[in-house]
Every structure is written in C-alpha cells, then in structure tokens.
C-alpha cells in the first residue's frame, strides 16, 4: 500500500461545479503540499498545511491530522483548472516530500 | 517565473553517456531537493541539500550524483544512462531545511535514446 493515496485518479467536471480531491497518508507527517503540474509539466506549490485551512481564491485546503487526511476543493471551476493536482507529505524531519499518483482533473467548458 | 532556474531544459543523449543538470536556487534559498518523475514511478525523492551539506537521500541510484556548491547552485549528475533514466527532473528551493517557502523550478526533461 502507497504510503500516500489519492482519489479520484481522474476527474472530469462541467465548468462551474464544485470540485474535491482527496488524500489520505499513512505515515507521521510534518506538512502536507498540494501541487498543481500543468500539461506542460511545470509545478506549482498552491498550499502547506500542518493544521486546519486553507483558503487561496477559489481554491481551499484542509486537513485533519488525525484521521490522516486532506482535501482541495475547488469553487465555480474553469477550464484553465485542468491540471493535474498532486498531494505530498512532508516527513517528521522535514527533508523530504512523498507524493501520491496525483489526480488529473479536466474541466469542460 | 518561480525564481529556481533548471538547465537545461530539454536534454535528449544516448544509454551510457553522463549528463549534468543544474539547478539555481531562489534568492536567499538554503535548501536544494531533487525529484525524478518517471511515467511509471510518478513523483520521487532523490536528494536534499542544505547549505552545502547533504541532509537526506532518498531512491537515487548509485549511477547518481549531486552536490550543492558554496554559491548554493546545485548539480545532478546521471551516469552510465539507460533508457529507463528518461524522466523529467525537478529542482525545488526553500529557505529552511524544513521547508518553508517551497517552490519547484521547470523542471529538465531528459531523454536517453
């Protein structure tokens, strides 16, 4: 089993719905990453967490430390959203991050 | 602009040959990672570097080597490639070992042929 697991793998949303990607990871983190990697294979950090929420435009991310999950939502979504959304942990000594598959969402207009 | 900067940015060289990426940190930056992501293996560690000295290391193979050099400017070298090393290569700086600040460059897409 992925000591990170992400679903769904794949998603596809009409424009304008409200989307949500989840991350669920087995090990003792520091920090949690949410990343964004376009088609063209740049990536993005969009947030950290170590607690709690937060809230950057129309995106928002939680997380619960105890029950070892996080989740992106995603408000009024747009085609330009289509990327690949990628969840990461951080290690208890912090030098290190470990992803999960990623999901690829596209949005249709 | 993310303020990290990959060279090169495409590479495409034959199985046995030795390449070198390189990556700058962000301006005030202390922290260098490198990160392989293969289509098969996703997104992994290879290594973290603070301030010139290596603080972790994680599925980097022994063909591979890294270095953080005193202007903070760090070097991957990929040795003795073979068809399976074709990946993109991802930089990322932070400020601190604990990374705070965290931001990736563009990444090296490397192909061997």
């Known amino acids: 089993k992925n000591e990170v697991e992400q679903s769904p793998q794949n998603l596809t949303a009409q424009e304008g719905e409200f989307i949500t990607i989840n991350c669920s990871y087995s090990?003792?983190?520091?920090?949690l990453h949410w990343l964004q990697q376009h088609p063209g294979g740049g990536i993005v950090s969009l947030f950290m967490l170590s607690s709690g929420k937060k809230k950057h435009g129309r995106l928002i991310a939680t997380i619960n430390i105890q029950e070892k999950h996080s989740s992106l939502h995603i408000t009024a979504s747009h085609p330009r959203d289509s990327a690949v959304y990628i969840c990461?942990?951080?290690?208890?000594?912090?030098?290190?991050?470990?992803f999960g598959g990623g999901t690829r969402l596209m949005v249709k207009p | 602009d993310s303020g990290v900067t990959q060279t090169p940015k495409h590479l495409i060289t034959a199985t046995g040959q030795r390449v070198t990426l390189r990556c700058s940190p962000r301006?005030?930056?202390?922290?260098v990672y490198w990160y392989q992501q293969s289509l098969d293996q996703g997104l992994q560690f290879l290594i973290h570097y603070y301030n010139g000295e290596e603080r972790a290391k994680g599925n980097i193979l022994e063909r591979f080597s890294a270095q953080q050099f005193p202007d903070l400017h760090s070097e991957l070298n990929l040795s003795s490639l073979e068809l399976g090393d074709s990946a993109l290569y991802f930089c990322a700086s932070s400020v601190d070992p604990a990374g705070y600040g965290y931001t990736f460059g563009s990444g090296t897409r490397l192909t061997v042929v």
């Open positions: 990461a942990v951080r290690n208890n000594a912090g030098n290190m991050l470990t």
């Open positions: 090990v003792g983190i520091s920090a």
């Open positions: 301006s005030g930056d202390l922290s």
